[in-house]
């Protein structure tokens, strides 16, 4: 499939051929009562482009918003939920567009001459105000941030190596991301403007995807350690103390996000027989089933539906 783990583009939700497994994809139950939007990204075959589709909890239905015969991928809801940012390669490179909850008024937000991938919103301390994104035009993958009022980008980050993968904080302040800086894949923290950076994770193999919880207490990723053939799905404190591995599963894991109450993560499982969105529970470990049917997917973005009484 689809994934550039080494080069730095990890199209959340792709899977290289090496992590195909022909083990029998095992039945889950559907999860139920889980609340909220899940936006994800998926090519029904291998010779279909991706799309974006949302799926509800509520009527346990998926929505497909886009249909221009480009991949659509890597899709990210607003914290109010009335928007998402994504990747398209409807001009020939990806590049960044924004569109309504519903699939209408989709509009080109970024333009550059090399590709723009993995968008992802300020959350409300800034009202969705910017947009982070990754570009490799310099070389290598570096962070950049687009500010929808004056918009213009710039980037904040600008080392000789890969930095990709930015994932805010809830609060809007810090941005978990993934880099090769000391020679392997780790996960690292920065202020919004690119300084104060911390290095969470110290695995010599591959660390990557992170997602915060809701509270922004804890970090969701995904890692190979030791002998173990497979991507499986780790936590850990926002300090990147108390790492702990949720899942051991036969399958690799990909794009992890969290439920709007933190108490469930879902995640796509890969496998030769086909892709799964998958939900585990974090305090029974008990894993669901979301949706399937797809060849694979490219991305997750799980937010919660506005409460009728706070709505004017």
Same mark, same amino acid.
Request: with cysteine; proline share 4%.
């Given at each position: 499939? !689809? ?10 939700? !792709?899977? =290289? ?11 889950? =139950?559907?999860?139920? *009562? ?10 029904? #075959? ?16 998926? #929505? ?5 015969? +480009?991949?659509?991928?890597?899709? *990210? ?17 990806? %590049?960044?567009? =924004? ?18 991938? %993995? ?14 994104? %990754?570009?490799?035009?310099?070389? &290598? ?19 000789? $190596? ?12 810090? /941005?978990?991301?993934?880099? *090769?800086?000391?020679?392997? +894949? ?14 969470? #994770? ?20 995904? $890692? ?22 949720? =899942? ?6 990909? $794009? ?8 469930? /993560?879902?995640? /796509? $499982? ?23 049917? +797809? @060849? &694979? @997917? ?15």
């Amino acid at each position: 499939m !689809c994934c550039h783990l080494a080069a730095g583009i990890f199209l959340s939700g !792709c899977s =290289t051929a090496s992590s195909i497994e022909s083990a029998k994809i095992p039945e889950y =139950t559907v999860l139920e *009562n889980a609340g909220g939007w899940l936006a994800y990204a998926a090519r029904k #075959t291998a010779k279909d482009q991706y799309e974006i589709f949302v799926y509800d909890f509520d009527t346990r239905q998926s #929505t497909q918003l886009t249909d221009n015969g +480009f991949a659509d991928i890597s899709p *990210n809801w607003s914290a109010d939920g009335q928007k998402i940012v994504y990747a398209s390669n409807v001009n020939g490179i990806y %590049q960044i567009f =924004t569109m309504n909850a519903d699939g209408s008024n989709q509009v080109q937000l970024i333009s550059s001459k090399t590709d723009d991938t %993995q968008p992802a919103w300020q959350p409300s301390l800034y009202a969705a105000s910017r947009v982070s994104f %990754q570009n490799n035009g310099n070389g &290598d993958f570096d962070i950049y941030i687009y500010g929808l009022a004056d918009k213009t980008s710039r980037s904040i980050t600008s080392a000789d $190596s890969q930095e990709t993968q930015a994932a805010w904080s809830p609060d809007g302040r810090r /941005i978990a991301f993934v880099s *090769n800086n000391d020679g392997d +894949f780790d996960i690292y923290t920065m202020d919004e403007e690119g300084r104060e950076t911390t290095k969470l #994770t110290q695995n010599a193999d591959y660390d990557s995807s992170p997602a915060w919880s809701p509270n922004g207490e804890k970090i969701a990723f995904i $890692s190979k350690r030791g002998s173990d053939q497979h991507f499986q799905l780790f936590t850990m404190n926002a300090d990147g103390s108390q790492e702990t591995q949720i =899942t051991q599963s036969d399958f690799t894991i990909t $794009s992890p996000v969290w439920s709007p109450n933190g108490k469930i /993560i879902a995640f /796509i $499982s890969e496998s030769s027989q086909g892709s799964l969105i998958l939900a585990i529970d974090l305090e029974t470990r008990k894993t669901y089933q979301v949706t399937g049917g +797809f @060849y &694979d @997917y490219a991305g997750l973005s799980w937010v919660g539906k506005p409460n009728p009484a706070s709505v004017n």
